[in-house]
Structures are given as C-alpha cells and as structure tokens.
C-alpha cells in the first residue's frame, strides 16, 4: 500500500527564517515520483517540484530546495529565508502508476 | 490559457438532491482525476480515468458515480446527495508521458454545501 505522512500539521514562523517541511512516504514499489503542491489562501493548487525515485540529488530553485532520501523514505522540502507569500498549505505527494496519494498538508504561516 | 475548468464553482444542495460536477481539460490529456479535499484529510481521490471510455473508483467512492464519454471532460455526479457530502472539489489532469512522470494539474475547485 502506499502512503504519504505529513507529521507537522500546522507551523509558524517569523518572516526570514528558515523552515523545513517534512514528508515521508511508504511504497513497495523501486520506481515513483514524488511532488510538492502549494496552496495558498485563494485555494488553488500549485505544482512546485516533481522527483523520481532513481534521483537523488537535492534540488534547489531559488529559495526552495528538496532533500529526498531513499534511506529514510523521506522528500522534505526546506524554504529559505521565509516571506509572507510563503503562507499556504503544503502538500506532498506519491504517484504509483495512475493514481496519486497526498499528504494531510502542512500548514505554514509566515509571520510578518 | 484555460487548462482545467470546473462548473459550476459553488452550490448548495439540499439532502437527497442530485448534481454533476463538470470537468473539462483542453491540454489533451489522458487522465483525468476527481479528489474531495476536507480539512485535515488532504486530497482523497474519489474516481479516476485513464482514458476516454474508462473510468474507476478511488480511496472514497461510495454516493459518486462518473464518466468520460469525451476525452476533455469528466463528470462527477452525486445521485443523492448527503450532508457528508459537503467539501471543496477538485478536478485534475495528466498527461500520458514515459515511465508516468506527468504532474496533477488541477482546477480551481468546486464548494459544494449539502443542508
């Protein structure tokens, strides 16, 4: 079976910290993909980053960046230097063959 | 530059009503998803379809039922809606890509009240 916790329910920070989202996924399968979606107060969702299972090199895209570790089942998602925009729920994600399973989301609020 | 287009956006329904919720891509691609989106549950995937013509059920399919008769749409139905029914909806699409790499691209979303 496959499953996507998202243990931090809600977090806080004050703008221009930073903060680490954590994921971790259980799947028997050698090949997945993983993913980040944001979505923020107005209620769409967003895709941030898509990972495959046979790469594990972190990505870093401004100030976002993804830790994945198949040692640990992990994918998590750090934001750096944190901004009010960056308010949103998170949500990561699993896809085994055709079908997505989500995280509960976290939700983060960026203090000003 | 539509993408994914849900209708209608909100409704409120009475107890033992029906309704459809439609879906419509125009990004040509293959899957097609419903998810109910419920405060801390995240997204749980109602029905899904690979393809026009098919379709199957989800982690929470029971009081839905759906179709893809054409290849951009995907329609959700509530035959007798329930107050358990009450939740943010959100269509999604895929496209059909090598080794299944393709992300969820959503709409918008659709609020559905059952009184």
């Known amino acids: 079976a496959q499953k996507v916790t998202q243990a931090q329910t809600e977090i806080s920070v004050v703008e221009k910290e930073d903060v680490t989202l954590d994921c971790v996924y259980e799947t028997r399968d050698t090949t997945y993909y993983l993913f980040w979606y944001k979505q923020p107060p107005s209620g769409e969702l967003v895709f941030l980053i898509r990972?495959?299972?046979?790469?594990?090199q972190n990505e870093i895209s401004g100030r976002y960046s993804w830790n994945f570790q198949k040692s640990t089942s992990s994918f998590n998602f750090t934001i750096t230097a944190s901004q009010v925009v960056d308010s949103a729920v998170y949500f990561c994600a699993l896809r085994h063959r055709n079908q997505f399973y989500f995280g509960t989301g976290t939700s983060l609020t960026v203090i000003p | 530059n539509a993408g994914v287009t849900q209708t209608p956006k909100f409704r409120v329904l009475k107890t033992g009503q029906s309704m459809t919720l439609l879906c419509a891509q125009d990004?040509?691609?293959?899957?097609m998803y419903w998810y109910r989106q419920d405060p801390g549950m995240g997204l749980r995937l109602i029905h899904y379809s690979v393809g026009e013509g098919t379709t199957a059920k989800g982690e929470v399919p029971d009081g839905y039922n759906v179709s893809r008769l054409k290849k951009q749409n995907f329609l959700l139905g509530l035959e007798s809606a329930a107050p358990s029914q009450t939740s943010v909806y959100f269509c999604?699409?895929?496209?059909?890509?090598?080794?299944?790499?393709?992300?969820?691209?959503f709409g918008e979303g659709s609020r559905l009240t059952v009184l």
């Open positions: 999604a699409s895929s496209p059909l890509r090598v080794l299944g790499t393709g992300e969820l691209f």
């Open positions: 990972r495959n299972s046979f790469d594990e």
């Open positions: 990004m040509n691609h293959e899957y």
